[in-house]
């Protein structure tokens, strides 16, 4: 059961909710977040639902019978969009693309990518400093020193960046140099990390894990709402199946699930998802149909020599393909959703 609670409840009128809770034997927990206050009261009993939301200081009561909550569509009326900067949204209808490479690698590389983006009037840039990477010989990223200037140059254009975060004593560091925390498919149940992002006010774009299920991901990003901070997405980027044709399994059928289990907005990654250049842009394209907000592209000015992920990165013009056609692909979903 989720209790939204007003702005203006009394310290009193907390008591005797939390009472009225104890006495039908629930046990109530009190999330704070930048844009509400909730109460998550989980408990077996039937009661009357109507006694409890008729009580001062609460605005609304839902029963919400997922084991994730605050994430459930079961209770909020609409889809979450978030703000990234001061005039861009992600999700509730508005689509965002966040290209770039891999790996940021150098400010040359940085600058080509911008003259793409800035070109094709994307606004988010990603690219990784801190890199997961299943060898330790290869390459592992730049590092701070590296986010400074891909946030600097990126901040002149005024494009917004995306960059993952690995452990949660970088996050406080990183702060200040990233507009959208990205938090890996390795790190996707990593809940010290999940429980720290909740404790900050800035988006999490949250992947799937490497061989997690739908309801793993839902309950991690649960994990950071309870915290504190609602400006979660999630994303789909490919799972671990026995085929081995390609590098992951692009799970199409979890963005179609996803929107409806959830209000997040919700991301398709396809240059993880297949693994193969050749065939990313028609898996973007799928995933738009299949209900995806926005997605998440490698882009490369030469990919062939890319420091990482090269075999699944878009040329600029490859990219440009795709892009031409995201318009015309949300046109045809209006006729399907
Ligand atoms: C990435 O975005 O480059 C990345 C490492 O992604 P994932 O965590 O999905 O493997
Ligand atoms: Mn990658």
Redesign the pocket.
């Known amino acids: 059961m989720i209790i939204q609670i007003d702005k203006n409840c009394t310290v009193n009128q907390l008591v005797d909710i939390n009472a009225a809770l104890e006495n039908i034997g629930f046990k109530g927990t009190k999330i704070n977040t930048q844009f509400g206050q909730y109460i998550i009261a989980i408990g077996k009993r039937e009661f009357d639902i109507r006694k409890i939301g008729r009580m001062q200081g609460i605005v609304d009561i839902h029963r919400v019978s997922d084991d994730f909550k605050l994430v459930s569509s079961k209770w909020k009326v609409g889809k979450t969009k978030i703000k990234i900067g001061t005039d861009n949204w992600v999700g509730d209808g508005h689509f965002q693309i966040m290209a770039g490479p ?1 790996s940021i690698e150098s400010e040359a590389q940085i600058d080509s990518t911008i003259a793409h983006l800035l070109a094709n009037n994307v606004t988010i840039m ?1 690219g ?1 400093v801190y ?2 990477r299943s060898s330790p010989y290869s390459f592992r990223g730049l590092g701070q020193e590296g986010l400074k200037i891909f946030y600097k140059k990126c901040k002149e254009h005024n494009i917004k960046i995306i960059t ?1 975060v690995m452990q949660v004593s970088q996050i406080e560091p990183m702060h200040d140099y990233v507009d959208i925390f ?1 938090v ?3 790190n996707s149940q990593n809940f010290n990390l999940l429980d720290e992002l909740g404790k900050v006010d800035k988006p999490v774009l949250l ?1 799937r894990g490497i061989s997690g299920t739908i309801e793993e991901l839902l309950q991690a990003a649960e994990y950071i709402f309870s915290n504190g901070n609602e400006k979660i997405m999630l994303c789909e ?1 490919g799972i671990r199946t026995f085929e081995g044709a390609y590098r992951n399994t692009m799970d199409l059928n979890a963005i179609s699930i996803l929107k409806e289990k959830t209000h997040l907005p919700v991301i398709a ?1 396809p240059s ?1 998802g297949i693994g193969i250049r050749r065939f990313v842009p028609q898996i973007a394209l799928a995933s738009i149909l299949a209900g995806a907000d926005g997605l ?1 592209v ?1 882009v490369h000015e030469n990919p062939e020599k890319a420091f990482s ?1 090269g075999q699944q990165t878009l040329s600029y013009k490859e990219a440009e393909a795709l892009y031409k056609n995201i318009n015309a692909t949300l046109e045809l979903r209006k006729n399907l959703l």
């Open positions: 891999c990603r990784g890199k997961p993952e990205q890996g498919a390795r992947k980027r990654d993880h998440i490698e992920d």
